[in-house]
């Protein structure tokens, strides 16, 4: 008898046993499954770092650049003095064929433009520092207004003197 006792004992510290391994068992399994899970789907989620997994940015689609010569010579009396300039221009757009045409279609309006701006000028406007990039600017600025007046785009990045004289 004293045998069945101590059998009888034994088979419950055995049950406490199981039951206080059980609770940390369940949580070894479940972080283990957690950290496999992680392992699996967050590399997809996250971009990565390294030269390998390194995607090159698409490219910006940008127009090549083109120049168009405007064909006239543009003649003009100064403002403030009997002396003349003249020029003849080019300008240059990113803006791809549509900017190229509406130059071309508003040809006249642009000299127009352009005649206008060199009327303005006086010598001291031009003898200045950077009187020409100022001139040329005022330019770009008065072509890119009739072509926005005209055709609802201004493209008109640079304008360049080709040719210039003043007497």
Known sequence: MAEAVVAGAEAPAKKGLLKRLMLPLILLLAGAGGGAAGAIFVPTLLPQSGAAGKE??????VAPLEYVEIDNSFTANLKDTGRF???RIAISTQGGPPIVEAVERHRV?????????????????????????ALTRRMRIAINDVLQRKSGIAGVDDVF???????
């Open 56 to 61: 090159a940015p698409p490219e910006p689609t």
């Open 85 to 87: 300039i003249q020029v």
């Open 109 to 133: 309006a642009i000299v127009a433009a352009v005649l206008g701006v060199l009327a303005e000028t006086g010598e001291a406007d031009i003898g200045a520092a950077g009187g020409r990039e």
């Open 161 to 167: 003197l080709t040719s210039f004289v003043l007497q």
